[in-house]
């Protein structure tokens, strides 16, 4: 299973960018993708997820109202549009793919993340 994240890089606050996770090596439409940040010293936190079908998506309060996740199952591909970017915002952002929750996740595989810099 591979994961490829991209789509980073530097924006200036209230711009938008758009991630890609492009998955290959099992059937992509039975796993939840997910989006995870995580700051230099800190853990690794939850962005949102998205489930098989694409039908039910959850979201961190931080980000609820300005990004988007979503998914093409023809492309085994997922998104996370990300609109009103804050410097809060900055992080190393990866994609996942996995079953169970967020915070209990099995079967997990990670993309190997894209940098996202908002700066001020």
């Known amino acids: 299973v591979q994961l490829q994240a991209s789509g980073g890089g530097l924006v200036q606050a209230g711009g938008s960018l758009r991630l890609s996770c492009a998955a290959s090596?099992?059937?992509?439409?039975?796993?939840?993708g997910g989006w995870f940040r995580q700051v230099p010293g800190k853990q690794r936190d939850f962005v949102a997820s998205i489930n098989g079908r694409g039908g039910s998506t959850y979201y961190a309060d931080s980000v609820k109202g300005r990004f988007t996740i979503s998914r093409d199952n023809a492309k085994n591909t997922v998104y996370l549009q990300m609109n009103s970017l804050k410097p809060d915002d900055t992080a190393v952002y990866y994609c996942?793919?996995?079953?169970?929750?967020?915070?209990?996740?099995?079967?997990?595989?990670w993309g190997q993340g894209t940098l996202v810099t908002v700066s001020s």
């Open positions: 996942a793919q996995y079953l169970g929750t967020s915070a209990s996740m099995v079967d997990d595989y």
């Open positions: 090596g099992r059937t992509f439409s039975r796993y939840i």
